[in-house]
């Protein structure tokens, strides 16, 4: 691939990557209300509850996945078509395999909603949910076969444009028929849009590698093999993430209800939206990094200057939704959501103790020694639902969100920085001083959002669209002089007046 085009081919995958969480973020903002309205809080939280159940059984491809994208694209930039083949066809029979544990454990809760702790009322409506869904937990492994092809040709904005369209008219499916039909809308239209997209996947990829065949006798058991090895760390790490963002609602559903599943995602989903957009653009400093440590300029200076970015982005964040979070959630939901209000700084306060997982896992990825983090992420996973299940019985919700708080600040920001100092050689000084600072800022955010009146009691629509984007640059301006140091703050001026020089 030449050079020119290999660089189009990123900038417009990422520009669709970018424009599908855009898409994603806004379409989850606009159905939220509706879905609440028609479906009532408990409904909405055994949707919300049945989401955390299917997307915990990705887990079930140990690692394959990620193993065979990077096998794939090793293949393709080399085109040596057999081990394409060779490749696909292992993929797709390993795939097919690793869906029937995924299967048996999605039936056996199909059977058994109790042990969700669904409500009695809502358990036969979980059996028939859950069954249905059965065919979404199959395709969805089996799907995973192709993704390689896309990766390796480079063209993620297939990919995405895929997403969007799927998002889209899934969204507009449950808008126009939730009323009439409940939640089996929800899941109906989730499995529909799916199959087509995993069908529309299939045809570009063959489109894009046409000579793509399957065949049982182009299985490579040596080839298993060799795609465990890498992907066995990938497991892990993938297990103690989905243990710890899909636990919550499992636990929730136990200690309390269905309807305080419903009052906890505003919340948290709300917080993660926010952090996901952060993570996209933080995303963009992996390649720069990895290149700067194989050509050896990965210096001190430049990991202080990543974790200075992630700062600044996650400042941004913290102090604008502490301002304006609680009064969004009023203006989008109603006064109904209190709950979901209170929630809001403790799990910005969560966030704060993981600013440095982005900047530090990176670095570890650049300096091929991501597998050393594993530890750290399965004990974060096991502690957080413990931790859950203490507070949570004591405190309610409340002891939820502050278990994340407590988890990150022990495994994501003391164990995770002690990891940097003592296997990267980081010094403290490039960690603790930022940390200590967003700490300070966090603070007086939070005390001027709880004694200024910032909103008039009946705030309306036209008054937060006017406020909201003057307290995000004032946070931005604020973050900027406060959490980046002067070297940095030299570079990024000077490279701004030459992107203004170029454009006049």
Known sequence: MQRAGMKRQLIGSSFYRVLENLINVATALLLTPILLAALGTSQYGLWLLLLSVIFIFPVFDFGFATAIQRAMAQAIERQDACSIQRLFSTGML?????????????????????????????????????????????????????????????????????????????????????????????????????????????????????????????????????????????????????????????????????????????????????????????????????????????????????????LFFHGVLLLSGLVCGPIFIELWLGQGFGQSQQLLPVLFLAVLFKVYTIPLSQLFIAHACHH???????????????????????????????????????????GLCVQANRILQLPWTAMLPGLLSLSVLFTLAFLLSMHLPLWRPEASWLEFLVKAPVIVITAALVCYYSLIRAPLRGRLQASLQELISKQR
């Open 372 to 414: 050393k983090l594993v530890p750290l992420h399965l004990i974060g996973a096991v502690l957080q639902v413990g931790f859950m299940l203490l507070l949570g019985s004591l405190f309610g919700l409340m002891g939820i969100a502050w278990a994340a708080v407590v988890i990150n600040a022990l495994v994501f920001t003391a």
């Open 94 to 310: 390993l795939f097919a395999g690793l869906a029937v544990p995924a299967l048996l454990c999605t039936f056996l809760l199909a059977a058994n909603p109790a042990w969700l702790g669904v409500e009695p009322d809502f358990r036969a409506l979980a059996t028939f949910a859950l069954l249905i869904l059965l065919i979404k937990v199959v395709t969805d492994m089996i799907a995973n076969a192709m993704h390689g092809i896309y990766s390796g040709h480079l063209r993620f904005d297939l990919d995405a444009k895929i997403s969007i369209v799927q998002t889209i008219l899934r969204s507009v499916l449950m808008v126009v028929f939730v009323t009439e039909f409940g939640l089996m809308t929800l899941v109906f239209a989730t499995l529909g849009t799916d199959l087509l997209a995993h069908i529309a996947r299939f045809v570009l990829g063959y489109r894009l590698q046409p000579d793509l065949r399957c065949s049982w006798q182009l299985v490579s058991w040596r080839a298993i093999k060799e795609l465990y090895v890498f992907g066995r760390h990938v497991f892990l790490l993938d297990a103690s993430r989905i243990i710890r963002t899909n636990s919550e609602p499992l636990l929730i559903s136990h200690l309390l209800n269905l309807s305080a599943v419903s009052f906890y995602a505003v919340a948290d989903r709300l917080v993660r939206q926010a952090e996901m957009l952060t993570r996209s653009v933080l995303g963009s400093l992996q390649p720069f990094l990895i290149r700067k440590q194989h050509s050896g300029m990965l210096t001190e200076q430049i990991a202080a200057h990543s974790i200075q970015l992630s």
